[in-house]
T-cell receptor
Framework: KAGVTQTPRYLIKTRGQQVTLSCSPISGHRSVSWYQQTPGQGLQFLFEYFSETQRNKGNFPGRFSGRQFSNSRSEMNVSTLELGDSALYLC?????????????????FGAGSRLTVL | DAKTTQPTSMDCAEGRAANLPCNHSTISGNEYVYWYRQIHSQGPQYIIHGLKNNETNEMASLIITEDRKSSTLILPHATLRDTAVYYCIVRGRSNDYKLSFGAGTTVTVRA
């Protein structure tokens, strides 16, 4: 079956602009989570969506937002871009919202969207 | 979610077994141990997970201690393509459901 698809794979923006990244989860997966990865900070949790509702949010400013559609596809948006937003943005999907309720909850990651802010 | 501690890096000879330790001393009873790896500039790849018992799949084996406070990922016959950062994660049911990745272990397989 198809994996997690993230688009675009690469993009370059300038400071002050905004960007929208897209994630199509594995068919049947209802949970989508987003992560930011940078060399200095490692992999950091942004937010998680399940059934079109944000279920959890990491410690990022309000410039970072997201949403999930009825078909489980998700988008994240970063407004007023800063140089420090340059990163690999990863999306992961899983069947469930919480691990342990229905057993283990394996995340499947996409290849990521690499954002460069100039 | 419980925090994990892993060595920063380790080397392994090609064809030999690679044993990657992980400490998760604050793990709770319904939390699973998951291992992922990330090859440079790619998304993390799921390897294996376990709750209490040792587990094996086509990629690796997972050995969990009886008290569940630590585990070891075993790559039985390391190849150059196994060079990656390996993340040990503990994840379970929680009201504050934030998945966190530590720094991981950078594994370098040498010919």
């Amino acid at each position: 079956k198809a994996g997690v698809t993230q688009t675009p794979r690469y993009l370059i923006k300038t400071r002050g602009q905004q960007v929208t990244l897209s994630c199509s989860p594995i068919s049947g997966h209802r949970s989508v989570s987003w992560y930011q990865q940078t060399p200095g900070q490692g992999l950091q949790f942004l937010f998680e969506y399940f059934s079109e509702t944000q279920r959890n949010k990491g410690n990022f400013p309000g410039r970072f937002s997201g949403r999930q559609f009825s078909n489980s596809r998700s988008e994240m948006n970063v407004s007023t871009l800063e140089l420090g937003d340059s990163a690999l943005y990863l999306c992961a999907s899983s069947p469930y919202h919480r691990g342990g309720v229905a057993g283990a909850n394996v995340l499947t990651f996409g290849a990521g969207s690499r954002l460069t802010v100039l | 979610d419980a925090k994990t501690t892993q060595p920063t890096s380790m080397d392994c000879a090609e064809g030999r077994a690679a044993n990657l330790p992980c400490n998760h001393s604050t793990i709770s009873g319904n939390e699973y141990v998951y291992w992922y790896r990330q090859i440079h500039s790619q998304g993390p790849q799921y390897i294996i997970h376990g709750l209490k018992n040792n587990e094996t799949n086509e990629m690796a084996s997972l050995i969990i201690t009886e008290d569940r406070k630590s585990s070891t990922l075993i790559l039985p016959h390391a190849t150059l393509r196994d060079t990656a950062v390996y993340y040990c994660i503990v994840r379970g049911r929680s009201n504050d459901y934030k998945l966190s990745f530590g720094a991981g272990t950078t594994v370098t397989v040498r010919a």
